[in-house]
């Protein structure tokens, strides 16, 4: 048995979500990819492609029913002290259910594993985050992302994202 399969977290008593949450395998990159860019065409998040989700499979949990992804959320450790909670994405059909704050909450809890005591975001769901207890800042705390990630984006250097953060538990 795949050792991925083996490890699935069930969701929290009370959570309207039937499937599993995991950590991502190669055979699940098609699909993660597609989740992510299906937001990256409406502008939401940036595009990601099938090299970089490959390079980067470790990175990623994803929450899936009956053998079908429908969420998926990275970690992206950034310095020694700070990560990343980046590429959150449910399919649509399932929005509201409280999939996306399990899948932030699982990061988070992944963050503070690693030892890692503060994760930031970069977003266009401000008031999402803030209720998962994240406070907004100024972007440029953020200067290994601005220079690794965000100098790619089209939308650099003029981002319309804003940036939050909040402490881990560790």
């Keep these: 048995m795949n050792q991925a399969r083996e490890t699935k977290d069930n969701p929290p008593a009370g959570a309207d979500t039937p499937g599993v949450f995991r950590s991502a395998v190669i055979g699940d990159a098609k699909k993660i990819q597609t989740l992510i860019n299906k937001y990256g065409d409406r502008g939401l998040m940036l595009h990601r492609s099938l090299n970089e989700i490959y390079e980067n499979i470790r990175q990623y949990v994803i929450y899936e029913e009956n053998g079908e992804i429908l969420g998926v959320c990275g970690l992206q450790v950034t310095w020694e002290d700070l990560a990343e909670i980046r590429a959150l994405a449910v399919d649509e059909s399932?929005?509201?259910?409280?999939?996306?704050?399990?899948?932030?909450?699982?990061?988070?809890?992944?963050?503070?594993?690693?030892?890692?005591?503060?994760?930031?975001?970069?977003?266009?769901?401000?008031?999402?985050?803030?209720?998962?207890?994240?406070?907004?800042?100024?972007?440029?705390?953020?200067?290994?992302?601005?220079?690794?990630?965000?100098?790619?984006?089209?939308?650099f250097p003029d981002c319309d994202e804003t940036g939050m953060i909040r402490p881990v538990s560790l």
């Design 94 to 155: 399932k929005s509201g259910r409280g999939i996306g704050t399990l899948l932030v909450e699982k990061c988070i809890e992944e963050a503070g594993r690693l030892g890692i005591p503060k994760v930031f975001t970069l977003t266009y769901a401000p008031d999402f985050f803030a209720r998962l207890g994240f406070t907004v800042v100024d972007k440029m705390q953020f200067p290994h992302k601005i220079w690794s990630e965000c100098v790619r984006c089209h939308k």
